[in-house]
């Protein structure tokens, strides 16, 4: 199947700090991305979709000046958590769709980036 | 009620059992139904791909699709240590539209 690949996949961060996840579909092209977030024994919340060249759709509750979401190129999606706090401590996926394979709803996840705020 | 509901478990089974997983959406728009495992502190992975209601067979692995009962289950036969992980059912009313998932189930496979 298709590649992504999330970086980094873990990062430790003092209070008040901005961090960048980066999320890659190596081997396709990605013309939306998405985001999602993960509590330890908890499913998967969507935070928001990302679309190349494009501003990001975020979902409900989801604050846009928090989790900056640029998605400049078919490859290439990153996460910013701005001004990071311990509650933004989580385990953050990003996924992506190859509309050029076999099941164009499938979703191909990264390996995930766990971030802990001081 | 919450979009789509997954008993969290955690489910226990001796090697060898059939597990039944299963999962209830309360969108009749879902169109397209998934199921995805995840190891601890990875990504998860497609296990069965599956477009409106119908079964699929993959392997040890069965995917069921009820739309009129808006229920969806997957099987394990023959079950393995290596499949204890939690299991993820997904959903979306289109190829390309966005994919909620439900809570998922914690499977723990005994040998």
């Known amino acids: 199947g298709a590649v992504v690949s999330q970086h980094p996949s873990r990062v430790i961060c003092k209070s008040g700090t901005s961090v960048k996840i980066e999320c890659r579909s190596l081997d396709f092209q990605a013309t939306t991305m998405f985001w999602y977030r993960q509590f330890p024994k908890q499913s998967l919340m969507l935070m928001a979709t990302?679309?190349?060249?494009?501003?990001?759709?975020?979902e409900q509750g989801v604050e846009k000046d928090k989790f900056l979401i640029n998605h400049a190129s078919l490859t290439l999606s990153t996460l910013t958590v701005t001004s990071a706090h311990p509650e933004d401590s989580s385990f953050y996926i990003c996924?992506?769709?190859?509309?050029?394979?076999?099941?164009?709803?499938?979703?191909?996840f990264g390996e995930g980036s766990r971030l802990t705020v001081l | 009620q919450k979009e789509v509901e997954q008993d969290p478990g955690p489910l226990s089974v001796p090697e060898g059992a059939i597990v039944s997983l299963n999962c209830t959406y309360s969108?009749?728009?879902?169109?397209?139904f998934m199921w995805y495992r995840q190891y601890s502190r990875k990504g998860p992975e497609l296990l069965m791909y599956?477009?409106?209601?119908g079964n699929k067979e993959d392997g040890r692995f069965t995917a069921q699709v009820d739309k009129s009962s808006k229920y969806i289950s997957l099987f394990i036969r023959d079950s393995q240590p290596s499949d204890s992980a939690t299991y993820l059912c997904?959903?979306?009313?289109?190829?390309?539209?966005?994919?909620?998932f439900g809570p998922g189930t914690s499977l723990s496979v005994i040998p």
């Open positions: 990302s679309n190349e060249g494009s501003k990001a759709t975020y």
């Open positions: 996924s992506a769709r190859d509309l050029a394979g076999p099941n164009t709803g499938e979703l191909f």
């Open positions: 997904a959903m979306s009313e289109a190829s390309y539209d966005k994919v909620i």
């Open positions: 599956t477009y409106s209601s």
């Open positions: 969108n009749s728009a879902f169109q397209y």
